[in-house]
């Protein structure tokens, strides 16, 4: 079993921060319930809780 703490095995999803008009991506915590994570460029939070509904999609817009 490899190490999940290596960042090209973790689960993430993608985001585009509108805050600074850049690409980042959020990690799962560690207790599995959401994607967390930081913009690159101003450093401003964002979550994304995860849900029983779900969603297939990968990429999303905010911040």
């Known amino acids: 079993m ?18 600074c008009q ?3 991506r959020l990690y799962k915590n560690k207790a599995g ?7 690159p460029k101003c450093l401003r939070p964002a ?6 509904e779900g969603t297939n999609r990968r990429f999303f817009r905010g911040g």
């Not at 979550?47 to 029983?52: M, N």
């Open 33 to 39: 319930t959401m994607y967390v994570g930081r913009c």
């Open 22 to 24: 850049t690409y980042g």
């Open 2 to 19: 490899e190490d999940e703490t290596n960042s090209s095995q973790r689960n993430f999803i993608g985001i585009w921060f509108d805050c």
């Open 47 to 52: 979550s994304v809780r995860i849900g029983g």
